[in-house]
């Protein structure tokens, strides 16, 4: 494991248009109507897909894939100088404190619930607790005044309903 700290760039330097142009500029590279990806078509949407997750638009810009390598780069940096520094049980420890959270039965509505794939605790564990990206904003189109309060959905869950 080196210790890498920028991880390297997969994404072209250059591109080129395909298509004419924008109706309102010709020759101007109209990235909206065309694809983010810059460089190939979109992949096709399969039907026979069942999975959510699968079925999900995809930003194919050049950026959202770097980012993703950053994170998992720093990520893996960070456990390198753990495994370093304290020995490999403290890289361990981590990863099966947030193996558990991830996989935890229960989360509260209030706290992001299990629907939207928010979870405050991984996020915690994850040292991404101060950190506030566009999933934590923009939850999909649900409502947080339509759903019951903290104290409400644990009297339905432990059946205290009077």
């Known amino acids: ?5 920028v991880p390297t760039t ?3 330097t250059q591109t080129a248009a395909a298509a004419p142009g924008a109706p309102s500029a010709p020759g101007v590279h109209d990235t909206l109507r065309s694809n ?3 460089t190939g078509p979109a ?4 039907s026979a897909s069942t999975n959510p997750a699968e079925t999900a638009p995809q930003s194919f810009h050049p950026l959202e ?3 993703a390598k950053w994170r998992t780069q720093q ?9 370093r520094q304290f020995g490999i049980a403290e890289p361990v420890k981590r990863q099966m404190e947030l193996g558990i959270v991830r996989a935890g039965e229960w989360q509260p509505a209030c706290l992001g619930g299990v629907t939207n794939g928010a ?3 991984a996020d915690i564990l994850a040292g991404r607790d101060c950190e506030i990206g566009w999933e934590d904003v923009f939850t999909g189109g649900e409502e947080m005044r339509d759903q019951a309060d903290f104290h409400a959905e644990m009297e339905r869950r432990m059946g205290m309903e009077w």
């Open 65 to 67: 894939s770097r980012l």
């Open 75 to 83: 990520e893996s940096l960070k456990m390198e100088l753990l495994r």
């Open 10 to 12: 997969t994404n072209p």
């Open 36 to 38: 983010l990806s810059l």
């Open 1 to 5: 494991m080196t210790l890498q700290i």
């Open 119 to 121: 979870n405050v605790h």
């Open 43 to 46: 992949p096709k949407a399969s």
